[in-house]
């Protein structure tokens, strides 16, 4: 920009910052003039009212964002942006007139928010940390210096770099600040720093293999002195400090115990969170936004349940404890054995914490986090927490009422990315933790009515096939996962034909799900063998593809339909004779049924046992499929779908020489006398529904020359 632009100096801050943020959209616009450097550096000091810091935020991100959109590499952009603030900062914060330094401390630390990487390069230069730690002997009674300075060393504690700078006596001057009574602010700033500094050193130590030094104070001293500052502080600034040092403690199995029993510090907590978009809390008045992220980490932390590890990440940690004993053979092995493992961590006790903040409104929080930002951080933090609470199935129920639902598709529809013609090879990019508010969703449409979780606009349905299709296919996507998205979409298949053949067009969706029918999981092929019986039933394009009509690839599908009739897990058993029940009132699944039982003898000894497995000859398992159903036990379901698919099958041949030859061998394995052991137990109930097919089986047996005694 030319020396001679319009001066801002003159202009209220709020103006100039105004006028500021214009510039950087502007594509000619280069570099900031002295005065409106000088206008931001200053819109950081807590002597400037928040709607200013909010300006300077604004006007700070666009900089730095089109500083890093016009470097050729991550490294140019941080250089740039770090020399462009560089001289200006430290020389303030050098200043002997408390003014200047106070706004060359603060706006470093908002630098730090919005763009780490080159707030870390200034803080690193050589003398700027002396610089800011000789602030507090410049102006040893000013209360602004000691909580800007506390604020800065608590912001570089979060990051590595930064933090092997912090030696003995910025912990010693931070433990001071934080047990002094007279600022809670200062307190609780001081707190917080304390706190990045414990957890990011004891991270350090633990990457390099060494051990961590103890903190001067434990952690339920500082989170008892931030959950008090949480309830009782007046001063917003204290109040953000406490909730973000909170988030930071959470992870701490007595910390969580401790915050999830204290129904007033929770109910406080939950009302710092704005009703509505663009609000602040009714208690903070309009002087500052709710600390919103902090808190929702906080939920989260307190309903996390312990990872479920693989065998193979088992193995892997349970070496990693060997290797730790060995260099420490002073540590009992029963000692670590337990590490990572805090009983308050357990499942039980988590579920515990889980209903404690449901009572204390917890849900009413984490939607109105939703509707109050567009932050996606914020959001994945929400999906992350409702997916914990909604693991004890108790919970569901209230979380729908309070529009978890609801929710969790505001949260998908944010992050998906755009539906586009599928294109071989490619696959969406979705990262893992987009995953867990799908997954909680598909929680909540397993063990409700789609109704219930969607409401009444079938739209809504018909939005959640795709993220849900998405679960069962992305590589990224874990088994369990895959299992849950699998459930729920058999749930809402049941909703309609339309649902139903939506479910079945979903892109690479069916393909994935015929891998997992051969799954060795029980569950995770049960699933899918149900979500193909529902579909089968509900799509005439999934009836067709299926045995529907006649070609190699049905025919390759009915068989395996036929070999998970005779699986051991009855579940499987129920679904795959469900789906040949439907599929065998087409003709050409009938002849293609007659050709693989010519080509295997496997069709007729399977559906026979479906009806009674004690009187039907056991067939030979195909060669390299596991016989798993060694002793199949008599099922009322099992029986009534055998005998629908023997009767369908049947009636449906229309060629003479092979229903001669089908009705012969079903003589000969026995489907006969499990026929007519059907009609003899019937035939107290003439009402039973499979009283009929059953009849109507025989008398097809009968006229094509098979004797029946009854």
Not at 128 to 153: C, Q, R, W, Y
Not at 332 to 341: F, M, N, P, T, Y
Not at 606 to 628: C, F, K, Y
Request: charged content about 25%; aromatic content about 4%; overall charge negative.
């Amino acid at each position: 920009m030319s020396s001679d632009s319009p001066s801002v100096a003159s202009d209220a801050p709020s103006n100039a910052l105004d006028v500021l943020l214009k510039k950087t959209q502007d594509k000619s616009w280069v570099t900031f003039a002295p005065d409106e450097l000088s206008a931001l550096l200053s819109a950081f000091s807590p002597t400037q009212p928040v709607t200013v810091h909010t300006k300077g935020y604004l006007v700070l991100s666009a900089y730095c964002q089109r500083r890093r959109s016009e470097a050729s590499s991550p490294d140019e952009g941080t250089q740039s942006i770090s020399r462009a603030f560089d001289t200006p900062v430290t020389t303030r914060i050098a200043d002997t007139e408390e003014k200047e330094a106070l706004d060359g401390l603060t706006f470093l630390s908002a630098l730090f928010d919005v763009d780490h990487a080159s707030a870390a390069v200034i803080f690193q230069r050589d003398g700027t940390l002396e610089a800011i730690m000789d602030a507090l002997d410049l102006f040893p009674k000013s209360p602004n210096i000691d909580i800007a300075v506390a604020h800065l060393l608590g912001r570089a504690a979060g990051h590595k770099t930064c933090r092997a700078l912090l030696g003995t006596d910025h912990r010693n001057w931070l433990e001071w600040k934080s047990r002094q009574a007279d600022n809670a602010e200062l307190r609780a700033a001081a707190a917080v720093a304390m706190v990045k500094l414990a957890r990011g050193s004891s991270a350090d130590a633990a990457e390099a293999g060494g051990t961590p030094e103890q903190p001067t104070m434990q952690d339920d001293e500082l989170a008892a002195l931030m959950k008090g500052l949480v309830v009782d502080a007046r001063e917003t600034s204290s109040l953000a400090d406490a909730v973000e040092g909170l988030a930071y403690m959470s992870t701490n199995p007595t910390v969580k115990e401790t915050l999830s029993k204290d129904s007033a510090f929770l109910q406080r907590l939950f009302a710092l969170v704005p009703r509505r978009k663009g609000a602040t809390a009714e208690s903070l008045g309009d002087s500052i936004a709710s600390p919103l992220y902090g808190i929702v980490v906080i939920i989260s932390n307190l309903c996390a349940y312990r990872p479920r590890l693989s065998a193979e990440e088992a193995q892997i940690l349970k070496l990693r404890r060997m290797a730790k004993t060995a260099k420490d053979p002073g540590q009992s092995q029963g000692q670590v054995g337990e590490e990572g493992l805090d009983p308050l961590d357990d499942d039980d006790c988590v579920k515990e914490r889980g209903r404690r903040l449901i009572k204390a409104g917890a849900m009413e929080a984490l939607t109105s986090a939703v509707r109050a930002t567009d932050s996606r951080a914020v959001r994945t933090a929400v999906g992350k927490a409702i997916l914990n609470l909604v693991e004890d199935k108790d919970n569901r129920g209230e979380v729908l009422r309070s529009g978890g639902a609801k929710a969790l598709q505001t949260i998908i529809q944010g992050f998906l990315p755009p539906s586009q013609p599928a294109v071989a090879g490619k696959i969406p990019e979705i990262e893992k933790e987009d995953f867990e508010p799908i997954q909680a969703l598909a929680k909540l449409a397993i063990t409700s009515a789609p109704v219930q979780v969607f409401g009444p606009n079938d739209g809504a349905v018909y939005d959640a096939i795709r993220p849900f299709a998405l679960m069962v296919t992305h590589p990224n996507a874990s088994l369990l996962q895959r299992f849950e998205a699998m459930m729920a979409l058999t749930n809402l298949s049941s909703q309609s034909p339309e649902a139903a053949s939506r479910i079945a067009r979903a892109d690479g969706l069916m393909n994935k799900v015929e891998l997992l029918m051969l799954e060795d999981h029980t569950l995770v092929r049960r699933a899918a063998t149900e979500l193909v019986c529902n579909l089968v039933a509900g799509s005439e394009e999934m009836f067709n593809k299926w045995g529907g009509d006649k070609n190699m690839a049905s025919k390759s599908k009915l068989q395996v339909l036929i070999a998970l009739c005779d699986v051991e897990d009855l579940p499987t058993r129920l679904a795959a004779s469900g789906a040949l029940a439907s599929l065998t009132a087409s003709p050409d699944a009938c002849e293609s049924l007659a050709e693989l039982q010519r080509e295997r003898n496997r069709v007729l000894p399977i559906l026979g046992q479906l009806v009674d497995p004690t009187v039907v000859s056991r067939p030979e398992a195909d060669e390299g499929v596991e016989d798993e159903a060694a002793q199949l036990e008599p099922d009322p379901g099992l029986a009534h779908r055998g005998v629908v698919c023997l009767r369908n099958f049947f009636v449906g041949l229309q060629n003479k020489p092979t229903e001669m030859e089908i009705a012969s061998e079903a003589d000969r394995v026995g489907v006969v006398r499990a026929l007519v052991g059907v009609v003899k137990t019937c035939a107290q109930s003439p009402s039973s529904p499979i009283l009929r097919p059953a009849a109507e089986a025989l008398k097809w047996l009968l006229e094509h020359g098979v004797e029946i005694s009854v």
